[in-house]
T-cell receptor
């Protein structure tokens, strides 16, 4: 499809395990964002990639969280040693430029038992 | 740095009544402003955007917003609420000056009363 694709759509894991969440942005989009949305909460910014610039990691809540974007396209968000408070929907969004409209994926729902 | 403040985390209106969702922004550079909507169990989608053209912006589903620089506001309105408007609404700000990233407000949940 032509939209932002995220996988897995649902992930249940045990506390202490590592998880990887994948985002396939719209082809050609230079901007890519990761957000976290907890139940009944707003959008928590995590990390932002723009072209070849160094990513803005200012929203990552701890050093257990990391993300990379390979070849300016696919991005992977990794959470190490998951905790129950990491349970949330992780949203990826891409845009044609840094300041314009973002297109969101359906999200990856993470449940940490 | 830029920011937006959405007044009222929950707003309830009767079906057919005016919808008014408030958003105030803070920016040291000319802003671009957006409203996104998230329907239950769905992803976010763009409702409308202001990018320094007309100050009154019309979006999908009968919504519109007016950019008021003097008030640093970008409130979202709809003349007559419909049951299908029940959703979470997010205001966001960015700029093409200095590569400001898109920053979201905390959201307003709109409930429509039959």
């Amino acid at each position: 499809g032509a939209g932002v694709s995220q996988s897995p759509s649902n992930k249940v894991t045990e506390k202490g395990k590592d998880v990887e969440l994948r985002c396939d942005p719209i082809s050609g989009h230079t901007a890519l964002y990761w957000y976290r949305q907890s139940l009944g909460q707003g959008l928590e910014f995590l990390i932002y990639f723009q072209g070849n610039s160094a990513p803005d990691k200012s929203g990552l809540p701890s050093d257990r969280f990391s993300a990379e974007r390979t070849g300016g396209s696919v991005s992977t968000l990794t959470i190490q040693r998951t905790q129950q408070e990491d349970s949330a929907v992780y949203l990826c969004a891409s845009g044609a430029d840094a300041w314009g409209e973002l297109f969101f994926g359906e999200g990856s729902r993470l449940t940490v038992l | 740095a830029q920011s937006v403040t959405q007044l009222g985390s929950h707003v309830s209106v009767s079906e057919g009544a005016l919808v008014l969702l408030r958003c105030n922004y803070s920016s040291s550079v000319p802003p671009y402003l957006f409203w996104y909507v998230q329907y239950p169990n769905q992803g976010l989608q763009l409702l409308l955007k202001y990018t320094s053209a007309a100050t009154l912006v019309k979006g999908i589903n009968g919504f519109e917003a007016e950019f008021k620089k003097s008030e640093t506001s970008f409130h979202l309105t709809k003349p007559s609420a419909h049951m299908s408007d029940a959703a979470e609404y997010f205001c966001a700000v960015s700029s093409n000056f200095g590569n400001e990233k898109l920053t979201f407000g905390t959201g307003t949940r709109l409930t429509i009363i039959p």
